[in-house]
């Protein structure tokens, strides 16, 4: 139902930008969220936002990384600047209703690899 794209690799200080598209419509209601696992890691929240459109940023990649998604569109984006080497992950997106009707919907991952 989502599927993620955009990974790549990258030297540190470059910027990539990753994409989520909804195959079909999302639960109204349903806040987006990236994720991220490194190798041997677990898998840790990157970024949400609502469906209002109140984001959130994890304090590792702030001022660096911002959200945004376009819910006409059903799709969702990471703007990740500056990129640092421990910033390199497999990156998931998520659409997560938690009101009644709930769901959750993983997208497969992205791979990003910044190594110089």
């Known amino acids: 139902q989502l599927q993620a794209s955009g990974g790549g690799l990258v030297h540190p200080g470059e910027s990539l930008r990753l994409s989520c598209a909804a195959i079909g419509s999302l639960p109204g209601a349903s806040t987006m969220s990236w994720y991220r696992q490194a190798p041997g890691k677990q898998r840790e929240l990157v970024a949400s936002?609502?469906?209002?459109?109140?984001?959130y940023v994890v304090e590792a990649v702030e001022g660096r990384f911002s959200i945004s998604r376009n819910n006409r569109m059903n799709t969702m984006w990471l703007q990740m600047n500056n990129l640092k080497p421990d910033d390199t992950a497999v990156y998931y997106c998520?659409?997560?209703?938690?009101?009644?009707?709930?769901?959750?919907?993983w997208g497969q991952g992205t791979q990003v690899t910044v190594s110089s």
């Open positions: 998520r659409s997560r209703r938690t009101v009644t009707p709930t769901s959750d919907y």
């Open positions: 936002i609502t469906s209002g459109g109140t984001s």
